[in-house]
C-alpha cells in the first residue's frame, strides 16, 4: 500500500463506465500506482492550475489533483484525449 490514499470523485467514476472495457485495467493500474508516486515521469502539470495534473494511459488522460500535505490524491476525469482539454 503507497503513501497517498487515491479518492475518486463521481465524474471520475461516471467517465469511466463509458471506457471501452479492454482499457479500464490499464487506468486502474495507472490511478492505483500514483499511491506510490502522484508524480510519476509521464505526468505533467496543466497549465493555468497550481496542483493539477495528467497522465496519459493509450488514447485516454486521467485529470487528478495531488495534495502533499493531506497526502491525498484525487481523481477529477478519465476521458479520451479529443474531449480531455475542450472549453466548456
Same mark, same amino acid.
Given at each position: 500500500?503507497?503513501? #497517498?490514499?487515491?479518492?475518486?470523485?463521481?465524474?471520475?467514476?461516471?467517465? !469511466?463506465?463509458?471506457?471501452? !472495457?479492454?482499457?479500464? %485495467?490499464?487506468?486502474?493500474?495507472?490511478?492505483?500506482? !500514483?499511491?506510490?508516486? %502522484?508524480? %510519476? %515521469?509521464?505526468?505533467?502539470? !496543466?497549465?493555468?492550475?497550481?496542483?493539477?495534473?495528467?497522465?496519459?494511459?493509450?488514447? #485516454?488522460?486521467?485529470? #487528478?489533483?495531488?495534495?502533499?500535505?493531506?497526502?491525498?490524491?484525487?481523481? #477529477?476525469?478519465?476521458?479520451?484525449?479529443?474531449?480531455?482539454?475542450?472549453?466548456?
Amino acid at each position: 500500500m503507497g503513501s #497517498y490514499k487515491v479518492l475518486w470523485k463521481k465524474s471520475a467514476e461516471r467517465d !469511466l463506465r463509458n471506457i471501452d !472495457l479492454q482499457q479500464i %485495467p490499464r487506468i486502474i493500474k495507472a490511478v492505483e500506482s !500514483l499511491e506510490d508516486d %502522484p508524480f %510519476p %515521469p509521464q505526468s505533467r502539470k !496543466l497549465r493555468g492550475s497550481k496542483q493539477t495534473y495528467r497522465i496519459r494511459v493509450g488514447d #485516454y488522460r486521467i485529470i #487528478y489533483q495531488a495534495d502533499i500535505k493531506a497526502k491525498v490524491v484525487i481523481i #477529477y476525469h478519465i476521458r479520451h484525449r479529443k474531449v480531455t482539454y475542450r472549453k466548456r
